[in-house]
């Protein structure tokens, strides 16, 4: 797989379709890799040029030392598009990848044509809650939390008609780097957007799921509220969203896209 350097990290990324097209890059959620998009690549490639990658400290990417910020996940987004010699693409991001897309959306608006934030709050969670995860991690590893990550991530049918999907995810995230992921957190404990929505000007589409116990509909409410012009689609799933509703998903994402 290629990868490239930004800064400190050396991110692992995929491409998929006609460079020529319209670019369309995904950014996945803490724990997971870029291939929870695959349901995604496969519908557009053939319309756009869609990029993936793993976020620093995920997947193939490296994980540096922390603690990060999302003020470097979002630099991470800008040195790939620059890399692949991009100058405006549409971004979708995907809770921790829907924070990063908030803060490109506020920091780097000239370079989104669209910003799709999905299942994702301004503010994530609480600080506190975030670096107790970081400390647990660091002394337990992963297992612990992917014991429990199907639960936060999907709705019980889809957990037991899946079973397969959501075993490669729960073992893809014992796998990872526990650095990595207990660096996100920490990024994820400083992040706050809020007092930025206001002076976004990218068109913003917010997906959020009606199921979802980790960034709820009443955060996806309070994006839609003060972003201006925003749109938000509700999707009736839990928190990964793109894998568990991906024709619903992929249909909000294209029409406003489109």
Same mark, same amino acid.
């Given at each position: 797989?290629? /990868? ?5 990290? /050396? ?39 869609? #990029?993936?990658?793993? /976020?620093?400290?995920?997947?193939? @990417? ?14 991470? +987004? ?15 991001? &995907? @809770? ?20 799709? +934030? ?18 647990? +991690?660091?002394?337990? !590893? ?18 037991? @008609?899946?079973?397969?999907? +959501?075993? /490669? ?32 000007? %990218? ?5 959020? !799921? &009606?199921?979802?116990? %980790? ?11 003060? #972003? ?11 928190? #990964? ?18």
């Amino acid at each position: 797989m290629p /990868t490239f350097i930004s800064n400190d990290a /050396t991110i692992n990324y995929a491409t998929f379709g006609d460079a020529t097209k319209p670019a369309v890059i995904f950014s996945n959620s803490l724990g997971t890799n870029y291939g929870m998009w695959q349901q995604q690549f496969n519908h557009f490639k053939n319309d756009y040029f869609v #990029i993936c990658y793993d /976020t620093r400290g995920h997947g193939a @990417s490296t994980a540096p030392q922390g603690p990060y910020s999302i003020e470097q996940l979002g630099q991470d +987004v800008i040195h790939l598009l620059d890399h692949l010699n991009i100058n405006k693409a549409t971004f979708c991001g &995907i @809770s921790m990848g829907g924070l990063t897309g908030q803060w490109l959306a506020i920091h780097q608006p000239e370079r989104f044509n669209h910003v799709i +934030v999905c299942n994702t709050a301004a503010k994530i969670g609480q600080e506190q809650a975030w670096l107790d995860r970081a400390a647990l +991690v660091r002394e337990q !590893g992963l297992s612990p939390i992917a014991a429990t990550a199907a639960s936060r991530w999907f709705t019980d049918p889809f957990i037991q @008609s899946q079973a397969t999907i +959501v075993e /490669t995810l729960s073992n893809d995230l014992a796998a990872s780097s526990a650095e990595g992921y207990a660096n996100c957190c920490e990024a994820l404990a400083k992040a706050d957007l809020r007092e930025q929505l206001k002076d976004i000007t %990218v068109p913003v589409l917010i997906v959020a !799921g &009606i199921q979802d116990p %980790v960034t709820t509909l009443t955060d996806g409410q309070f994006m839609l509220d003060h #972003i201006p012009h925003a749109q938000m689609f509700e999707i009736n799933a839990s928190h #990964i969203s793109n894998i568990e509703c991906p024709n619903e998903f992929n249909q909000a994402v294209q029409r406003f896209i489109a």
